[in-house]
């Protein structure tokens, strides 16, 4: 990184951005848990996490995006590309914040995604 390169972690005043992904399994679901800002710089970050995801074949993936305090374009693009890897093998479940909810259905992407209020109602679609 050059000097002059944004710093990923930290925003432009220089506070630190907490953002991360971690994987979890429940039984044949893996599910993705997010924090923080994702925007150009750190939606790599997520990219990375759901190809990992997606090569161990899972039944279904949730994304929990319920902590999530900025979701930029780029990221809303991963998810669209998620989508795409996903196929018609793995059900692809968000657990969205209502920010985020709110914004998915204004851009029209409401019929791409099986839209959850929670990670649990999103792992409860595999009784149903």
Not at 35 to 57: S, V, W
């Amino acid at each position: 990184m050059q000097a002059s390169d944004p710093d990923p972690t930290q925003d432009a005043e220089g506070h630190k951005i907490d953002t991360g992904v971690s994987l979890d399994r429940n039984g044949s679901t893996a599910v993705l848990t997010t924090h923080g800002e994702f925007d150009a710089l750190t939606t790599p970050q997520l990219q990375t996490a759901i190809q990992q995801t997606f090569e161990k074949a899972p039944e279904a993936l949730v994304v929990d995006l319920t902590r999530v305090t900025f979701f930029g374009s780029a990221a809303i693009a991963a998810l669209v590309e998620a989508r795409q890897l996903a196929g018609e093998q793995t059900a692809l479940r968000l657990a969205v914040a209502p920010y985020l909810d709110r914004t998915l259905k204004l851009i029209g992407l409401e019929g791409v995604f099986e839209l959850f209020t929670s990670v649990e109602e999103a792992l409860a679609a595999d009784d149903g």
